[in-house]
Antibody, heavy 120, light 111 residues
Framework: EVQLVESGGGLVQPGGSLRLSCAAS????????MDWVRQAPGKGLEWVGR??????????QYAASVKGRFTVSRDDSKNSLYLQMNSLKTEDTAIYYC???????????WGKGTTVTVSS | QSALTQPRSVSGSPGQSVTISCTGT?????????VSWYQHHPGKAPKLMIY???KWPSGVPDRFSGSKSGNTASLTISGLQAEDEADYYC???????????FGGGTKLTVL
């Protein structure tokens, strides 16, 4: 069974930093691209960023709203995905989901999310 | 890339059918047959229901079906059941910097 478990969420002040983690199991992690998607309170889903796999040189891609502030990384030896969030803004307050890419053009497995609150 | 437009809510009685629309642009929904739909019960992990406009992942009942016309995609749920009550989100590949764009979500109420 595919499992994605996020951790690391919490309360942080504007301008602060936070690192989210996602532990993956039940599939060959290194085969897949992985994404972060977030949902702000009362809002829809928003794609945040992607880490491609080693076959694609572990390259990353980001939404314009977080580019330059957030960094997605992965450690295939630990079956883990990370999201380093710097210069946090109140509008980054959201539930952050770890998501598996299907190898095609859709996301086929999600975690339950971890909550990040940016507030003074 | 603006979010895709979905109705905020739809409702139906058990056994009935409902359709949720998802309107984008010629740069996302209209450009690619890569529309997917997700069911989300709050507090749980979202679940893939439809991919590539009208394909079913393993384990999803064929009561759920997808279609697309121009810049608008649709999810139809037939034979409504109580457990279908959830939030539904559409998603389209964009091929641009903002790789994926989602809809704002539709709350389905089973009366």
């Amino acid at each position: 069974e595919v499992q994605l478990v996020e951790s690391g969420g919490g309360l942080v002040q504007p301008g602060g930093s936070l690192r989210l983690s996602c532990a993956a199991s039940g599939f060959t992690f290194s085969d897949h691209y992985m994404d972060w998607v977030r949902q702000a309170p009362g809002k829809g889903l928003e794609w945040v960023g992607r880490a491609r796999n080693k076959a694609s040189r572990d390259t990353t891609q980001y939404a314009a709203s977080v580019k330059g502030r957030f960094t997605v990384s992965r450690d295939d030896s630990k079956n883990s995905l990370y999201l380093q969030m710097n210069s946090l803004k109140t509008e980054d307050t959201a539930i952050y989901y770890c998501v598996r890419d299907s190898k095609y053009y859709y996301m086929d497995a999600w975690g339950k999310g971890t909550t990040v609150t940016v507030s003074s | 890339q603006s979010a895709l437009t979905q109705p905020r809510s739809v409702s139906g009685s058990p056994g009935q059918s409902v359709t949720i629309s998802c309107t984008g642009t010629s740069s996302d929904v209209g450009a690619y047959n890569y529309v997917s739909w997700y069911q989300h019960h709050p507090g749980k992990a979202p679940k893939l229901m439809i991919y590539d406009v009208n394909k079913w992942p393993s384990g999803v009942p064929d009561r759920f079906s997808g279609s697309k016309s121009g810049n608008t995609a649709s999810l139809t749920i037939s034979g409504l059941q109580a457990e279908d009550e959830a939030d539904y989100y559409c998603c389209s590949y964009t091929g641009s910097q903002n790789l994926w764009v989602f809809g704002g979500g539709t709350k389905l109420t089973v009366l």
